[in-house]
T-cell receptor, first 113, second 113 residues
Framework: AQSVAQPEDQVNVAEGNPLTVKCTYS??????LFWYVQYPNRGLQFLLK??????LVKGSYGFEAEFNKSQTSFHLKKPSALVSDSALYFC???????????FGIGTKLQVIP | NAGVTQTPKFQVLKTGQSMTLQCAQD?????MYWYRQDPGMGLRLIYY???????DKGEVPNGYNVSRLNKREFSLRLESAAPSQTSVYFC????????????FGPGTRLTVT
């Protein structure tokens, strides 16, 4: 079975500071990892993914994520937070060869001006 | 290119009523999904369709049925609505394969009284 954990319900960060949103996963095969963002009253939007290759993945809006196989983590990062980054962030995992995607419960990011 | 569209945006039902949520995508994707989003629960997969003519149960299929009408359209039916089905419903689509991200519709907010 595959699972994903987002240990923080909410992350608060000051505008201009670096941000990190944490995600850990569990799969039996090779992991395929995704980050999505949801703005209020909107559907989820894809940010970035890790399939294979470089452990540091770059995505939309200046976000990046670091894949760490030994720690089974895929943390989302951004060097300098913007107030407009305030949203709900979801980590998702798919086991290689498995059609279904499992989502975390989401982390609310609040960027304080 | 509208992406993934869902109708209706909002719906209020009485217990025992039935309704169908419609979803269509114009990206020529083979795979389509229905999720529900509840506070503190993240997204949970109700049903998915890996390709036209096939459907499979997800994590929470009870009380729902689906129809993959053609490659573009994937509908979700509630035969006898219950208050526990009050939720926000999202349709998504993707290319077939484990490395592909999902594209989400704007959601349907359903209240069952």
């Amino acid at each position: 079975a595959q699972s994903v954990a987002q240990p923080e319900d909410q992350v608060n960060v000051a505008e201009g500071n670096p941000l990190t949103v944490k995600c850990t996963y569990s799969v039996s095969g090779n992991p395929y990892l995704f980050w999505y963002v949801q703005y209020p009253n909107r559907g989820l939007q894809f940010l970035l993914k890790y399939i294979t290759g470089d452990n540091l993945v770059k995505g939309s809006y200046g976000f990046e994520a670091e894949f760490n196989k030994s720690q089974t983590s895929f943390h989302l990062k951004k060097p300098s937070a913007l107030v407009s980054d305030s949203a709900l962030y979801f980590c998702a995992v798919r086991d290689g060869g498995y059609q279904k995607v499992t989502f975390g419960i989401g982390t609310k990011l609040q960027v304080i001006p | 290119n509208a992406g993934v569209t869902q109708t209706p945006k909002f719906q209020v039902l009485k217990t025992g009523q039935s309704m169908t949520l419609q979803c269509a995508q114009d990206m020529n994707h083979n795979s389509m999904y229905w999720y529900r989003q509840d506070p503190g629960m993240g997204l949970r997969l109700i049903y998915y369709s890996a390709s036209e003519g096939t459907t499979d149960k997800g994590e929470v299929p009870n009380g729902y049925n689906v129809s993959r009408l053609n490659k573009r359209e994937f509908s979700l039916r509630l035969e006898s609505a219950a208050p526990s089905q009050t939720s926000v419903y999202f349709c998504a689509s993707s290319e077939t394969g484990t490395g592909y991200e999902q594209y989400f519709g704007p959601g349907t907010r359903l209240t069952v009284t």
